[in-house]
Every structure is written in structure tokens, then in C-alpha cells.
């Protein structure tokens, strides 16, 4: 199956990287289109996919068609290809966040084949986990393309479509959450003397290895965080400090703004 891309911005770019690195597609599998045609020029050079000079050409060359433009372009993407996609039926892939597969479906004005999909920035090291929810009318072996795409740059799981707002803050909006705590850390050790490069290093290693022992060991949070803290040690007084200035309030209270924001898109 050839994968067409309709953007080539970096999450488009992320995962085309992440299928073709990872050998879950070749190259010559995907193809790409950009209005900036230096996008899509640049992956060409660097990853030898192909590259279309039109849309046209894009969607007759595509069994599967990745809509990689933002949200507000839809309008007026949609019905310039409508007809073409009506007479070739590729399987129509989203990425765009707050619009539902009704939503696309009543700009195509039929019955498309398609998938929606929320990634996240992850992509970018392979460490993404995707969300995907499919049209009723898309087929096992299509489902099956999806996967392997979005696994060839993370995990995937098939969400209920009612649970994408949701997952868009965990999924989407959280990286930007824990690189926000990773900078606090930073922060707090050069305040007492590490050096910034240093302190970079540690904290996101920390991090990044908390994830994976979480990961591992499948245990509840807290549990980990009763292993870490001694009785009468140093660690406990830092979460003791953490939880009575509300650190799990103020997480909660920033999910709800992310979320409150994507209800509105």
C-alpha cells in the first residue's frame, strides 16, 4: 500500500522518518506533497521517498491519503479533493486535532473510508503513543496498514472516538507538561550548583528511566513512590513539599484547560 502525505510539517515529517528508518515501509511507499515545496523536496533528498508535484498526482499515485495540514485548512482542503478521492477511494487518514470522522465525512460529502489518528510529539524519537479510531466501513487489512505505521514510530492503541479529547491532553498535550517539569528540575539544580549541561542530562535520564521502571514493573504510581521515599529520608520531604503545594491539583487544573480548549476546536 502507498501512503500519500498532504503537508509536510514536522509530524508529518516524524512519522515518514519513523516508517522508513524503522523499515516498516520503503521508500518508494510513501509519497508527499507541500504547497512549500521545499518540505517536501527535503525529505525526498534525505529519505529518497517520492515526491508529487500536484495533489492530483499525490492521490492518483496513494492508496491511503494522510491529511497532514492544520485543522482551519480542512475547509478548503477537502473540497478541492473531494471528487478525486470519491472516484479513487484511498483510505483517508487524520491527524487533525478536534475533528471527528463526522466532521470529515460531511466536508467529503460521502461515505470516506477513514481513520482518525492523534500522535504526539514523541514521534520525533520514535517514542510516540498514537490513538486511532476508524470509520465503520475501513477493512481489517487497512486497520492493519495503520498499526504498522503508527508503530513504526511508537505504540498505538484503537480508541473510542469519545475518548480523543482526553487522550489528545495525556497523549498530545503532556510532553509538553513533563519537559516543563524536566526544566524545573534544571532550574532547581543549577540554583545549588550543577552545572546547566549537567543538570540537562540528569534530569531528563531521570525521567526517561522513571517512565521505563513504570513501564516494567506495571505498578500503581504510588507504589513506585513509596519504594523511592525512606522513612525520615530526603526524598519523602520533596513529595511531602510537592503535595502540600497542590502539585496534583495544578496538573489536573492544566489538563482541564487543554482539554477545555480541544472541546472548543
Known amino acids: 500500500m502507498k501512503i500519500g502525505f498532504i503537508g509536510c510539517g514536522n509530524m508529518a515529517s516524524a512519522i515518514i522518518r519513523g516508517a522508513v528508518e524503522s ?36 492521490i492518483d499515485e496513494s492508496d491511503a491519503l494522510v491529511l497532514a495540514v492544520k485543522p482551519n485548512i480542512f475547509p478548503v482542503l477537502i473540497p478541492e479533493i473531494r471528487e478525486q478521492v470519491k472516484e479513487k477511494t484511498p483510505l483517508v487518514i487524520s491527524i487533525a486535532a478536534g475533528k471527528t470522522i463526522e466532521y470529515i465525512t460531511d466536508l467529503f460529502g460521502f461515505s470516506v473510508s477513514a481513520v482518525r489518528v492523534m500522535p504526539n510529539l514523541n514521534a520525533e524519537a520514535f517514542e510516540a503513543i498514537s490513538a486511532y479510531c476508524p470509520s465503520e466501513n475501513v477493512t481489517s487489512s487497512q486497520i492493519e496498514t495503520v498499526e504498522r505505521l503508527l508503530n513504526s514510530f511508537g505504540q498505538c492503541i484503537c480508541l473510542e472516538e469519545e475518548y480523543f479529547s482526553i487522550f489528545s491532553v495525556v497523549g498530545g498535550c503532556a510532553p509538553a507538561y513533563s519537559f516543563l517539569f524536566i526544566s524545573a528540575l534544571v532550574e532547581g539544580a543549577k540554583k545549588y550548583g550543577l552545572p546547566e549541561e549537567l543538570a540537562l542530562k540528569v534530569a531528563s535520564q531521570t525521567v526517561l528511566g522513571s517512565a521505563k521502571m513504570l513501564q516494567r514493573e506495571g505498578a500503581d504510581p504510588e507504589e513506585l513512590i513509596r519504594r523511592v521515599c525512606s522513612p525520615g529520608g530526603t526524598t519523602i520531604e520533596g513529595i511531602n513539599s510537592l503535595r502540600e503545594d497542590n502539585l496534583v491539583d495544578t496538573v489536573i487544573k492544566a489538563m482541564k484547560a487543554s482539554y477545555d480548549k480541544d472541546k472548543r476546536m
Open 23 to 58: 523499515k516498516s515501509f520503503l521508500p518508494s511507499d510513501i509519497v508527499c506533497y507541500d504547497v512549500d515545496t521545499t518540505k517536501s523536496e527535503l525529505l525526498k533528498n534525505s529519505l529518497g521517498i517520492c515526491k508529487a508535484d500536484t495533489l492530483s498526482v499525490l
